[in-house]
């Protein structure tokens, strides 16, 4: 741990006042970027009026190198995509099946009282039926991770990103990190998930701790509009605050893949789809009217928060993504807000696996070692709660279930 996190209060009074002493030309810089986030908005209403801000590309496109020069940039603008078509709809009917049987077969409704209070992230929904299930090692979640479609269209979001630069590597956009994430569930008429506004990966660290102010070195002491958000470089070297309810790896994006049909009013993602939204939120937090020790509610070991009180002018472009299909998948930057509908108004189930995005770096393969042997002895996944579900369930994925792909994929084979 780093000492600074030894006395966090203390950490975040000291950077904010000296963020504000050393940031040159303080309110001309965040009347800039006001500027700029104001203007965004007013084209994400736009593009809603014609269509949706979400860009949206096939998967065969991908899969034949025909994503055009205009598209890619609008990823890089909007800082997300739906992806379409990228699983076969009756593969993913199967694995929909598949999972509604292995939550069952685990025991999960029945055991979930005895792990009251571990999940710190969702907790507030531990005396409801659950809709996130803290499961990691299911079949479909394991076949779905490694399925070559998968590869193809990581790698091509990988390379949105620079991830390399005069010599340096920062990671490898080609060979992927099957980090393990959970299975969403959410029935008709569910109005326990909804999930505020908020970006994951770092939250006071973003003002505090070195590694990210190396990454917002435009914002801060050059030019805040030249700030790249696909620049790989110091990506893989942040240090988080430990926590379970912080991603401790390195995603290029974050994603899930549709297993039932869904769009918006069906308690599903909202975005705000702007890819320079960080530099925003950075200024933000150290402008007068905000006291000292508070960066805008940024709370140490949770998401970072984007709030009504805070940043009205942000989340004036907050949306829900577009219908999408079995076989979807959907993807957003690490930095982008997000948020979950409050309520699932439409009918059947929305059912997701999360699968983002985590190309194999340095950062990704010290956290493989510790996330195979968790998958090995059926542990919960070691970036969250220690619920362990499987821990000696005979019917979850095992080193047989995986192909040469996704034994690589999870560092258990060279």
């Excluded at 950075?282 to 805008?296: F, H, I, K, W, Y």
Aim: proline share 7%.
């Amino acid at each position: 741990m780093e000492a600074w996190m030894n006395d966090i209060p203390g950490a975040v009074r000291a950077s904010q006042r000296q963020l504000r002493a050393e940031v040159p030309n303080l309110a001309g810089r965040y009347a800039r970027l006001t500027e700029a986030l104001n203007d965004e908005v007013s084209a994400i209403r736009s593009e809603m009026a014609g269509g949706h801000a979400v860009p949206e590309i096939a998967y065969a496109d991908i899969a034949a190198g025909r994503v055009s020069p205009a598209e890619v940039a609008r990823v890089h603008r909007r800082g997300c995509a739906v992806i379409r078509g990228v699983f076969d709809p009756a593969q993913i009917a199967e694995w929909n099946d598949e999972v509604v049987r292995y939550i069952d077969a685990v025991g999960y409704l029945l055991r979930m009282q005895d792990k009251a209070g571990l999940d710190k992230y969702f907790s507030a929904l531990a005396a409801g039926r659950p809709q996130i299930f803290s499961l990691y090692w299911s079949r479909p979640q394991m076949q779905a991770r490694q399925h070559p479609n998968l590869a193809v269209t990581r790698s091509w979001l990988n390379r949105l990103w620079t991830f390399e630069k005069d010599g340096a590597r920062f990671f490898d956009p080609d060979r992927q990190f099957n980090y393990a994430d959970r299975i969403r569930r959410r029935e008709a008429g569910d109005s326990t998930l909804g999930l505020s506004p908020h970006s994951d990966g770092g939250s006071v660290e973003r003002w505090c701790e070195p590694s990210f102010r190396h990454l917002y070195r435009e914002v801060l002491q050059g030019d805040p509009l030249a700030f790249d958000p696909f620049d790989g470089e110091g990506r893989t070297q942040t240090k988080e605050i430990p926590s379970p309810a912080v991603c401790s790896a390195f995603r290029t994006f974050q994603g899930w893949t549709a297993l039932t049909r869904q769009g918006p009013g069906d308690g599903t993602l909202k975005l705000v789809p702007i890819a320079r939204t960080m530099p925003w939120m950075l200024l933000r937090a150290l402008q007068p009217d905000v006291p000292e020790g508070d960066l805008c509610g940024a709370q140490p070991g949770r998401a970072l928060g984007a709030s009504m009180q805070w940043h009205p002018e942000l989340l004036a472009g907050l949306v829900s993504i577009p219908e999408v299909q079995p076989g979807d998948t959907v993807w957003w930057h690490s930095d982008i807000i997000h948020a979950v509908e409050n309520q699932h108004t439409g009918s059947g189930y929305s059912n997701v696996i999360y699968i983002g995005a985590a190309p194999w770096c340095d950062k990704n393969a010290r956290f493989a070692e510790r996330q195979a042997a968790a998958f090995l002895a059926g542990r919960s996944s070691p970036d969250f709660a220690p619920e362990d579900y499987e821990l000696d369930f005979p019917g979850r994925a095992t080193p047989a279930d995986l192909s040469p792909l996704g034994l690589q994929q999870m560092g258990l084979a060279p």
